[in-house]
């Protein structure tokens, strides 16, 4: 069971790691869009609702996608003032608690109440509304779920490395492998 947790983990954080790696990209893509819209601003005084849908669609799309990774990578922002005090054990009892009772849940309830919105929006093929903006909104609006499903997926094995832990099957240099 110990070597079927580790592999479901494993397979998980591997993922995450790439798809994190690949939104770095898109990082830097946003990086150079912004760019290219204050340069025509402020030099060329144009403005492109395309270009500036773009940024937050870009943004959007980093934000959700790059959820796991970051969950991966412990960076999201925690409240560390009891927190840092614990030992190996009682750091790994308050992730396996805040993810049986706080992320798996949060993660199930906007998977499931943004399926509808993103279907919806996805059978109309819905686009900006702005003349001359992005004609694929359905798009970024599809990866608030396929981001939330892989903060999931990231909670879940933060939930085993937690759970193994606690165990003493794995220790926090195993975990960082």
């Given at each position: 069971?110990?070597?079927?947790?580790?592999?479901?983990?494993?397979?998980?954080?591997?993922a995450?790691?790439?798809?994190?790696?690949?939104?770095?990209?898109?990082?830097?893509?946003?990086?150079?869009?912004?760019?290219?819209?204050?340069?025509?601003?402020?030099?060329?005084?144009?403005?492109?609702?395309?270009?500036?849908?773009?940024?937050?669609?870009?943004?959007?799309?980093?934000?959700?996608?790059?959820?796991?990774?970051?969950?991966?990578?412990d960076?999201?922002?925690r409240?560390?003032?009891?927190y840092?005090?614990?030992?190996?054990?009682?750091?790994?009892?308050?992730?396996?608690?805040?993810?049986?009772?706080?992320?798996?849940p949060?993660?199930?309830?906007?998977?499931?109440?943004?399926?509808?919105f993103?279907?919806?929006?996805?059978?109309?093929?819905?686009?900006?509304?702005?003349?001359?903006?992005i004609?694929?909104?359905?798009?970024?609006?599809?990866?608030?779920?396929?981001?939330?499903?892989?903060?999931?997926?990231?909670?879940?094995?933060?939930?085993?490395?937690?759970?193994?832990?606690?165990?003493?099957?794995?220790?926090?240099?195993?975990?960082?492998?």
């Open positions: 069971m110990v070597k079927l947790l580790k592999a479901v983990s494993g397979f998980i954080d591997h995450n790691e790439i798809i994190g790696r690949g939104v770095s990209w898109v990082t830097l893509l946003l990086v150079v869009v912004v760019f290219v819209d204050v340069i025509m601003r402020y030099l060329f005084k144009a403005s492109f609702v395309f270009t500036q849908e773009l940024e937050w669609h870009l943004f959007a799309f980093i934000f959700l996608i790059g959820a796991g990774y970051t969950l991966l990578h960076g999201h922002v409240v560390d003032i009891i840092q005090r614990l030992d190996t054990k009682g750091r790994a009892w308050v992730n396996f608690i805040g993810v049986i009772f706080f992320l798996i949060g993660c199930l309830m906007v998977i499931g109440t943004s399926w509808k993103v279907g919806n929006s996805f059978s109309m093929l819905e686009g900006s509304p702005d003349p001359g903006g004609p694929y909104r359905f798009i970024i609006k599809g990866t608030m779920t396929v981001g939330y499903v892989l903060l999931l997926l990231q909670g879940i094995s933060m939930g085993i490395h937690a759970l193994l832990q606690i165990l003493g099957v794995e220790t926090v240099e195993e975990e960082t492998r």
